[in-house]
């Protein structure tokens, strides 16, 4: 199975701040990569797919980079609105997995 | 616009059987790829099956050989057959459409698997 790590688990941080989250993939994944973001109690919402596009209707503040094992996600100027929990997750092959997730809070 | 409403959760005794649903209006089951993801408290997300529009099937080693994926093309609907459920199969289950990545999800459905 391929191992999906995200680093930093936690985050604290400011309106306005650039945050960066990275996500290694165990094996080469191409850019089969995808991010999401969810608050308590809520669905996961898909901001980011095939590691660099951006979803429809998600702020253009959100970017992703990477391909092989290396991936980001930017958030180039933090809204109260984006204080959340993101995840990452490959689709190159099965089991699909998802990182442990990063929490991003208030500084 | 696309909805999935998650239904058929609840408490259920370890070794028992569920049977959830996924009601989709705004696209057709049987044209996309959907999956379902589950969340346990607290816990991160952990993929679990899916089903492409051809009919093949695929399942995380933690659920193969219990559950089924399936789905009822004049009812649109999705299902996750979850046959010998365990403690550890507690979770918030979520049906998504695989379009690229996850692309849309449901609202989820809590499956609680205790004595």
């Known amino acids: 199975d391929i191992q999906m790590t995200q680093s930093p688990s936690a985050l604290s941080a400011s309106v306005g701040d650039r945050v960066t989250i990275t996500c290694r993939a165990s094996q080469r994944i191409s850019s089969w990569l995808a991010w999401y973001q969810q608050k308590a109690g809520k669905a996961p919402k898909l901001l980011i797919f095939k590691a660099s596009s951006l979803e429809s209707g998600v702020p253009s503040r959100f970017s992703g980079s990477g391909s092989g094992t290396e991936f980001t996600l930017t958030i180039s100027s933090l809204q109260p609105d984006d204080f959340a929990t993101y995840h990452c997750q490959q689709y190159n092959s099965y089991p699909y997995t998802f990182g442990q997730g990063t929490k991003l809070d208030i500084k | 616009e696309v909805q999935l409403v998650e239904t058929g959760g609840g408490l259920i005794q370890p070794g028992g059987s569920r049977r959830l649903s996924c009601a989709a209006s705004?696209?057709?089951?049987?044209?996309?790829?959907m999956s379902w993801v589950r969340q346990a408290p607290g816990k991160g997300l952990e993929w679990v099956s899916l089903i492409y529009s051809s009919g093949s099937t695929y399942y995380s080693d933690s659920v193969k050989g219990r559950f089924t994926i399936s789905r009822d093309n004049s009812k649109n609907t999705l299902y996750l057959q979850m046959n010998s459920l365990r403690a550890e199969d507690t979770a918030v289950y979520y049906c998504?459409?695989?379009?690229?990545?996850?692309?849309?999800w449901g609202q989820g459905t809590l499956v609680t698997v205790s004595s």
């Open positions: 705004g696209i057709t089951v049987s044209d996309n790829y």
């Open positions: 998504a459409t695989a379009r690229r990545g996850f692309d849309c």
